[in-house]
């Protein structure tokens, strides 16, 4: 008897519920998707308390079953925005001090723990008499050697590619 006042009780509670989120969706194009996950649900709430079915919020967490492919390349794009972030705050650092930048490459390494380093950057600047303050301007923008950064001007790259 409990489990039928249970099933009861949430069928009603749910249907409110979805009578309410149904008046709220934003156009008709969608009323008859939600209308079969609003079913679904209402058929697992209603069959839980018969199958002795457990409903929690752990058992929609999907975080854990992610492939190791995934992650990969989920951390990939990661470390390429965060690269792309980087140059491109390089870029206006070096404009402000009166270099022009043509191409910025800044190579980082994003480790377990969550930090990241910056291990090089490559930049192709369009004077080649910049070269040193460029070096110099970049060193001090990213924290790191400038040993670390390799400086080109664009004549000197179109001679050797």
């Known amino acids: 008897m409990d489990m039928l006042c249970a099933s009861a009780a949430s069928a009603c509670v749910l249907g409110i519920i979805f009578s309410v989120l149904k008046n ?3 156009s008709e194009k969608f009323s008859g998707q939600i ?3 609003f ?6 709430v209603i069959a839980a308390p018969f199958a002795d079915i457990q409903l929690d919020g752990d058992m929609f967490d999907f975080t854990e079953n992610i492939p190791d492919d995934y992650s990969e390349i989920y951390d990939r794009q990661t470390d390429r ?7 491109e705050s390089l870029g206006n650092e ?7 930048p043509i191409k910025i490459s800044v190579d980082i ?3 377990a723990d969550g930090s990241i ?7 192709i600047i369009e004077d080649s008499s910049q070269i040193k303050a460029a070096e110099k301007a970049a060193s001090q923008a990213l924290g790191i050697d400038s040993s ?9 790259v179109n001679e050797y590619s």
């Open 24 to 26: 709220m969706t934003p």
């Open 35 to 37: 209308n079969m996950i």
């Open 39 to 44: 079913s679904l649900i209402l058929i697992l």
């Open 81 to 87: 925005l965060i690269s792309a972030n980087i140059s």
């Open 94 to 100: 070096l404009v402000s001090r009166g270099i022009k």
């Open 109 to 111: 390494n994003n480790s």
């Open 117 to 123: 380093s910056i291990t090089g950057a490559e930049i």
């Open 148 to 156: 670390f950064v390799n400086v080109k001007a664009e004549d000197t």
